[in-house]
């Protein structure tokens, strides 16, 4: 077998075209039977890696994986797309545990999971041996490194694999591409001649967002006003903003819960699952959150307050589009947060750790004011080439240019002075603005001359210019004293002494642009619509299936059935994600649904949808109604029910056309259209048969004609 299988094994059991960059290349590299070490980020497509060649090998594939509340999820997804898999771990009994082997002995069973402790639990070794295993594959392979923070000591014994099975390949996968990790997984798992394949960590379908922190509740509910249902996480720095936030978006009429450590065990695996089978939309978290969850469909992620490095950012983010489909992730920055941060660091930790986290700390505050792309901010950290701007970011969409900042400067430098270098970059915008709240008036900031001296400047942008100035080094920030802002000898320069300040403006779009904007990336109200109608439908079966909703499809599948509205067998299976599988489970059930969605829109009359007014004929004459009925209910002229009967037949639909057109008026049709030599002009074959069969039966005639000649 060969990569040709392979690829019809993708689209047979997976139901996708192609394989994803990398993929292939990995799966020759398994089926020659050689040890191979994947990294590769979440959400790339690890493990078709070894699902797909474990499957086109004759035998077994043991699937070693430490997560055991996953492996149910896996196994019901291989279940699902038609793969005899089953798992083995210490949560189930003695009897379901036994039929499990019964059907690894049967030869029935094509993927087996187990955890690591069954995998090494006594007498599991030499049961293996007694059966056909061509494949070993780790999962989570960093768990191996004593280095990481997932180190797991039973990951060690995983050596006794090559020892054991020296003729057995093994492929070793992880989303962490540290060296170190790396190297431990070579060595530890004893692989011979490995061969490493290392994907981009980038994850180029997620938006990346970021915002000044100002205002953040009145731009979160904006945020989620553009996104009804679409589940996502709100990362925060304390447990208490959880619980508020999650009160606060409740009290706007959002379903919304939050989840920190201080829960119980068991609340905490309530809240998680409510989550994956889609029952809470929002999630208000701390970054304890999503360690060990898996949904795929999380369409995004906002960081309420400022993440503590650049690592734990992209970990975070990296929960968003995991199966690939669009996603987003927004990040509020502001001044107050680093301070919190730094008195995180600088209370708790060593003076030689304090300094590494203060320097990465730095690093995420460069990103959070990055004027150029950030996606190449972000792959250029983490020591990755990245030579084009990625056209998914907040920049790339709006890029800054500069201009002759120094009169703001000075508006701002003098804030600062008046108020004697005492008051954080919040205060100093509001007295610009000229905002009359608690602190300005009982400070009597509202007497000062620079009060209200920057009106005309929003507030966000007065932001972003203190986060320049204090990036060019033109003002300074004490994390001792409260995020006062203090003057340097460069304010000096520019107060006094005329030195120029060029500062970088975000460009507003015009109402013009950003309502362009809009429609690009928002769906036509009709495709929201059925993609709501069938999320639903998703979420009915998963519940009665007791799986998670994506484990029927996934957003991006359900998203294209959305947009394509497959309504018969070929075209439901062309569908990116539709499994043969699948569709045989699932197939009947969406096809009636997109039906029954389509024909009620017509029946409101809320859209013409091009390409399918005869779907909606369909749907009524599968209701059992006659064409007259048909006409009468829908407006529409008879002949153009029966043209929809014919184009339905045409192409393929079952619909019987006997009741229609008799097999003596057929015959009479066909020699007109051999005769007249026409299969579409109806004038000239009702000419030819000189009005003896009536227009309308001679497009019925064309259409089964066209049909028994394949002629589309
Ligand atoms: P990882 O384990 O690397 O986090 P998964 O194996 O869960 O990623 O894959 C992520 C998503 O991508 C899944 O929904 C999977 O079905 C999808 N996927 C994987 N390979 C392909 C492919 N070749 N074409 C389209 N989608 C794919
Ligand atoms: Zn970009």
Redesign the pocket.
Known sequence: MGIREAREA?KLY?G?????PG?EDIITNVLEKRDTVVL??????????Y?VPGLVMPGLSVVVSPLIALMKDQVEALLGNGVNAGYLNSSQSAKEQQLIEQQCFDGRLKMLYVSPEKLLSSGFFSFLKRLQINLFAI?EAHCISAWGHDFRPEYLQLKNLKLQFPEVPIIA?T?TADRLTQRDILTQLYLQDPKVFISSFDRPNIYLQVQPGQKRMEAILDFLEERPFKPGIIYCLSRKATESLATKLKEKGYNADFYHAGLSARDRERVQERFLQDNVQIMCATIAFGMGI?K?NVRWVIHYNLPKNMESYYQEIGRAG???ASAEALLFYSLADVMTLRDIITQGESTKEQNLSLAKLDRMQQYAESTSCRRKTLMHYFGEEYPTDCGNCDICDNPPTSFNGTEHAQKILSAVARTKETVASAQVVDILRGSRNQLTLSRGYDQLKTFGAGRDVPSQDWQRYIHQLINQGILEVAYDEHGALKLTNSSQDVLFKGRKVELVKFQQLSPKEEKEKKQKKTRSGVETALFEHLRQLRKQLANERNIPP?VVF?D?TLQEIAEQRPTNRPAFLAI??VAQAKYEQYGEIFINSILTFLAQQADQNQARLKGTTHLVTYELLRQGKTPEEISEQRQVQINTVYSHIATLYQQGYDVDLKPYLSDWEYSRVKEGILRTNQTAAMKPIFEYLEGEIDYLKIRLGIGRYNRENNIA
Do not use: E, H, I, N
Request: hydrophobic share 20%.
């Open positions: 993708l997976f996708y075209d192609q394989f994803r993929q590769m980020p979440t959400g790339g497509g690890k493990s078709v890696c699902q999962d996968l989303a898996d795929s995991r199966d690939g994506y996934t991006s990116s994600g």
